[in-house]
């Protein structure tokens, strides 16, 4: 008799695939199920189900391929599909939510989560930390360094509060001030030398020169960067933070000890030895500035200097460098922070200003570029508030900043409609909470996540109509005169009357809310503010117009650019460089 065994080897392995794929289809079936009976109490809120899973590996592997699928075939395959790749919510603005509600819920095999739009819920949530806490369980790969305000929750993220808190005052934000004019001084230059931006390296380079300074104390060329030289005298771990933050993702995912190994790529030896060199480096900063504590010394004005000191002060006094090692080991029963935790929340400001400042900024940038009439709009009260001073080394924060109000609408605008991240979470943690959705309540089972959709919150009709998807800055804007007069009056008037309109609560979320609200806003504020009123002082940005193009072309394609944007670590444009942006003296750019 005939034996096929390479008949019944094939059919051996169908059976076990098939076997194992039924088995995948039976659990996802039951996880489905169970996960929809903890979603009993949300009658009323609208569900969907989705029967992907984000731990699984196939999913995974996958998903590059099918989700341009599920985007083709969403009509026959259903809502679900929507749900299926990060940055769904940037491509989607608020349509699902007005399809289904301010509030609604995905039920998958991960468990229930529920996607909030009504400003009114998010308040309540924000306003009931202990009740809906950040999944601090989630951000563990932040702790690369150390224990930080970002991952943390309940009372040692109070401790974590209190002490940055106390480094971060008006003092700092004069430093970001000043050192963001110089900066961007050193920009305008290097582009008078280029020609053509790159909105988003030279963006983020500008980013972390100004955060060095601010958190180190030392300022860095700007020039030495973009010419990829060595600056003679380099912060602790300049080159090697450098390194660090554009290979963000790799640090974060891989983990230190296989970047590590002698069998792995080059690249990944090379960071791993980055963050080896700013551990070290850090370390013998912070052992610095603890001699100069007990040495009496007057403290120094940067971020690093002052979380030292405020960790000193809220312990109650001075201690050697044996007593700091030993607090270095253990943490607790303490209000103060260990060297471990100051250089994570070191990081974390390098991390958060980096990304959202950087990234902001090259937005801005095209945007400007793609809408003239908004930089001319700007450019009036810049040269008016910047009349009285002769040179731009003599613009003050104290003076300038409060008035620069169309310029922080412009950064207002452009993080409504570009936030640097999508969806905040939340999490009801191991208990049901009693939530009011629309008027009705409802039990929101434990171990619920709760995302807030910043784009459906940012982009919604019903808070920022006629016209939400329009970057429009002035509506940002009110005046106190009465509309009848204001065609009569001069542009000191003018200004002057104007002030910035607060968005309703819980609608304007790119700083996040409530007792959780970003630390670095002022910062990041005085920072945007100050670098953009130095560009448009003098100077236009404009799109390239190419053979065959006319400008209203050119500043389509720029929009078009813009608009192309992904999730990595945070929204950023894919494809930036295709933007091609020119910045120009005002005499270049007016017609003659």
């Not at 001030?177 to 963006?203: F, H, N, P, Y």
């Not at 450019?379 to 003050?396: G, N, P």
Request: hydrophobic share 40%; net charge positive; proline share 5%.
């Amino acid at each position: 008799m005939e034996v096929h065994y390479g008949c019944t080897i094939r059919t051996l392995c169908f059976g076990i695939v098939l076997a194992l794929l039924l088995t995948r289809l039976a659990n996802t079936t039951i996880k489905i199920a169970q996960n929809r009976k903890r979603a009993s109490g949300l009658e009323g809120v609208s569900i969907i189900i989705s029967p992907l899973s984000s731990a699984n590996p196939l999913w995974k592997a996958l998903r590059p391929w099918l989700v341009p699928m599920f985007k083709t075939f969403r009509p026959v395959l259903g809502n679900w599909t929507r749900y299926s790749y990060g940055g769904w919510t940037f491509d989607d603005k608020y349509k699902m939510h007005s399809e289904l509600g301010d509030v609604f819920t995905c039920i998958s095999p991960d468990g229930v989560n529920m996607f909030v739009a009504d400003p009114e819920v998010v308040q309540d949530i924000v306003g009931r930390r202990r009740d809906f806490p950040k999944p601090a369980h989630r951000y563990g790969i932040l702790n690369i360094f150390g224990r930080n305000i970002v991952t943390l929750e309940g009372q040692d993220w109070v401790r974590h509060r209190n002490i940055t808190s106390r480094a971060m005052s008006d003092r700092t934000n004069e430093v970001f001030w000043t050192e963001s004019l110089l900066q961007a001084d050193q920009m305008l230059e290097w582009w008078a030398r280029k020609g053509r931006i790159d909105a988003r390296r030279e963006s983020c380079i500008l980013a972390l020169k100004v955060l060095t300074t601010a958190v180190f104390g030392i300022s860095l060329p700007f020039l030495d960067a973009v010419d990829n030289t060595k600056p003679e005298s380099a912060t602790p771990s300049q080159d090697s933070l450098s390194l660090i933050l554009d290979n963000i993702f790799t640090v974060l995912v891989i983990p230190f000890s296989i970047l590590n190994l002698k069998m792995s790529p080059t690249k990944w030896r090379m960071i791993a030895q980055a963050i080896t060199k700013f551990r070290n480096d850090v370390g013998a900063l912070l052992e610095n500035e603890r001699k100069h504590i007990v040495q009496g010394a007057a403290p120094r004005q940067n971020l690093a200097s002052l979380l030292v000191r405020a960790s000193e002060e809220v312990k109650g006094g001075s201690h050697s460098a044996d007593e700091t090692k030993e607090r270095t080991s253990s943490n607790q029963d303490q209000k103060s922070l260990t060297d471990k935790e100051i250089m994570g929340n070191i990081f974390i400001f390098y991390v958060a200003g980096h990304e959202t400042a950087g990234t902001t900024l090259s937005y801005l940038i095209l945007l400007l570029a793609a809408h003239p009439q908004w930089q001319s709009w700007a450019a009036e009260e810049i040269r008016q508030v910047m009349s009285r001073y002769k040179t731009h080394e003599e613009w003050t924060y104290k003076e300038a900043f409060p008035q620069l109000k169309r310029t922080l609408a412009l950064i207002h605008e452009t993080l409504r409609l570009f936030p640097p991240v999508l969806l905040i979470p939340k999490y009801t943690g191991d208990r049901t909470q009693q939530l009011t959705i629309s008027g009705r309540s409802h039990l929101i089972p434990a171990r619920t996540m709760i995302s807030f959709n910043v784009m459906a919150l940012h982009t919604h009709p019903r808070h920022w109509s006629p016209d939400p998807l329009a970057w429009r800055p002035n509506r940002w804007i009110k005046s106190s005169s009465p509309s009848s007069t204001v065609i009569h009056q001069d542009l000191p008037t003018t200004l002057t009357l104007e002030s910035m309109r607060q968005p309703k609560n819980g609608t304007f979320l790119p700083w996040s809310d409530g007792a959780r609200i970003c630390t670095g806003k002022k910062f990041a504020q005085v920072e945007l503010v100050a670098v953009v009123a130095r560009l448009l002082h003098g100077h236009r940005l404009e799109p390239e117009i190419a053979r065959g193009e006319t400008l209203v072309d050119a500043q389509a394609r720029v929009m078009r650019v813009v608009e192309d944007s992904e999730i990595t670590v945070t929204l950023r444009m894919t494809n930036p460089e295709k933007a091609r942006v020119r910045c120009v003296s005002v005499a270049e750019s007016e017609p003659s």
